[in-house]
């Protein structure tokens, strides 16, 4: 029986045409969803590999996440914390039978809970659920890539590496706060972009990956995934044959001038 491997090389020697990708890949709807996900999580690119980043960078980012400041009035008693509203204090002062230990204080509060972070948690939650979710056919190819050593390796592999580092950072203490959005706006993107943080712009790149993947399932987006990464999955599974020669087709896409 041949495997996905010695499929892809017999279609890639004998030759494999597919007119229009895109319709093979949008007319059955449940290949679209998961063909997409599998390869937004098998990507190895610079910038988009997913894996890389929840191991390397994610741990950082969780030590640096951007907050913002606001100021509460908040009572005192014999201590001073922040700046003192005084109009508050001595008002706060008369209807306490004239206490002057009391203090009516702006401390500075800071809070987890900005868009930025929003964007990130909703990209975490929402690759947990990809990985749950994706067919267990699909999660038991074979995944060969330009940058492994060897360049064949399991699929199962990557995703139990990432799901292990995506619950442990949402289990992380900081992320208890931050809301998880509907839906990701404009507004979360910037200021995510526009962060100081160079590490929040990863995490918009990684969401638009997932729009064009995951959502849209977009071939245009898929085939420079498949420049370096290629899924071979068994070819007598559901989807297998049809998975291979697209990867084929997608592989010698890149090549084209």
Sequence with gaps: MASGRDQFLHY???????A????????????????????????TRNGYDILAFVRDTLPLLLRQLQRSTRRERVTYQGQIRGRVDWPATTKMRLQNEVNP????????????????????????VTLENLIRDLPVELQMAELW??????????????????????????????????????VISTHHLSKAQSSK?????????????????????NWEALWPVMS?????????????????????????????P
């Excluded at 020697?13 to 597919?18: D, E, T």
């Excluded at 943080?197 to 399932?217: I, K, S, T, W």
């Excluded at 290629?230 to 697209?246: A, H």
Aim: hydrophobic share 40%; with cysteine; charged share 15%.
């Design 145 to 182: 890539t330009a940058v492994s050593d060897p360049s064949s390796i399991p699929f199962t592999q990557r995703l139990t590496h990432m799901t292990f580092h995506l619950r442990q950072a949402l289990s992380h203490v900081r992320l208890h706060g931050i809301d998880v959005p509907d």
């Design 228 to 256: 370096q990464t290629l899924l071979l999955p068994d070819p007598t599974i559901p989807w297998g044959d049809t998975c291979i020669r697209l990867a084929v087709v997608g592989f010698l896409r890149t090549r084209q």
């Design 20 to 43: 229009d990708p895109q319709a093979v890949v949008t007319a059955d709807p449940g290949l679209a969803r998961a063909l997409s996900a599998a390869y937004l999580l098998a990507d």
């Design 12 to 18: 890639l020697l004998q030759g494999v045409s597919i």
């Design 197 to 217: 943080n160079e590490m929040y712009g990863v995490v918009v790149g990684l969401y638009g990956q997932y729009e064009q993947l995951a959502r849209r399932h």
């Design 101 to 124: 230990a009391l203090y009516v204080c702006r401390p500075p509060l800071r809070q987890e809970n900005t868009p930025q972070n929003q964007l990130l948690k909703y990209v975490l």
